[in-house]
């Protein structure tokens, strides 16, 4: 079975730094990858997701995330972070071009403080 | 994209007893999941629900104890049966999107304690 790992369980900023979120899959074909986010008191949501082309990917919010697949690795990273950002971030993956059953990882509190 | 409603959106039962949990989607949709989400951890699949079929199950997740509805294209039900503590965590619904490959689209989910 698939898995996937992100590396810090919970991470503590000042605005304007720089954020850079790890996440590893152990999957060897064909994947696709996704980074939701839950904001306090609001539903799960997507940020960004890689199927194909380009693996570096943009999102909402000026969040973007690349693809090394050498590195079985889809960090996410923003240049400059804002209060606004804190909240839960939960890396995720599909193996192929037909299973559409998300694996999770553990998920990173990100909290930002003014 | 999809707007999704559950109910209800807490609860505090006691051992041995079962909740059901609704699911509501503002769209007709082909494919509904069931996540459980426990204390710390992170989103588990507990089983895919389409309409007019049975639902598949995960590993480690069985019918008699998460039996699910999916009577129609917009709604859905997961029951807990006879419940113990360690099933206490959130149950999310969520619904694919058109975008397909694992896109999602989450319920505000349902916080279950069992005392």
């Known amino acids: 079975a698939q898995s996937v790992s992100q590396h810090n369980h919970h991470v503590i900023l000042s605005e304007a730094a720089s954020l850079e979120l790890g996440c590893n899959y152990s999957?060897?074909?064909?994947?696709?990858l996704f980074w939701y986010v839950q904001y306090p008191g609001q539903h799960l949501q997507l940020l960004l997701k890689?199927?194909?082309?380009?693996?570096l990917v943009k999102g909402i919010k000026g969040f973007e995330a690349e693809f090394i697949k050498s590195k079985f690795s889809f960090n996410l990273r923003k240049p400059s972070v804002q209060w606004s950002d804190t909240a839960e971030y939960f890396c995720?993956?599909?193996?192929?071009?037909?299973?559409?059953?998300?694996?999770f990882g553990a998920g990173t509190t990100v909290t930002v403080r003014a | 994209s999809a707007v999704i409603s559950q109910k209800p959106s807490r609860d505090i039962c006691q051992r041995g007893t079962s909740l059901t949990i609704q699911c509501q989607v503002d769209?007709?949709?082909?494919?509904m999941f069931w996540y459980r989400q426990q204390p710390g951890q992170s989103l588990t699949l507990i089983a895919t629900?389409?309409?007019?079929?049975?639902?598949?199950?995960e590993s480690g997740f069985v019918i008699d104890k998460f039996p699910i509805s999916r009577p129609n294209l917009t709604f859905s039900t997961l029951t807990v049966s006879n419940m113990s503590p360690e099933d206490s965590s959130i149950y999310l619904c969520?619904?694919?999107?058109?975008?397909?490959?694992?896109?999602?689209?989450f319920g505000p989910g349902t916080r279950l304690t069992v005392t």
């Open positions: 890689y199927f194909s082309g380009d693996p």
């Open positions: 969520s619904v694919e999107s058109a975008g397909g490959f694992g896109e999602q689209y």
């Open positions: 995720a993956v599909t193996p192929g071009f037909n299973d559409y059953k998300l694996s």
């Open positions: 769209s007709q949709v082909t494919m």
């Open positions: 999957y060897g074909g064909t994947v696709n």
């Open positions: 629900a389409n309409q007019g079929s049975e639902a598949t199950y």
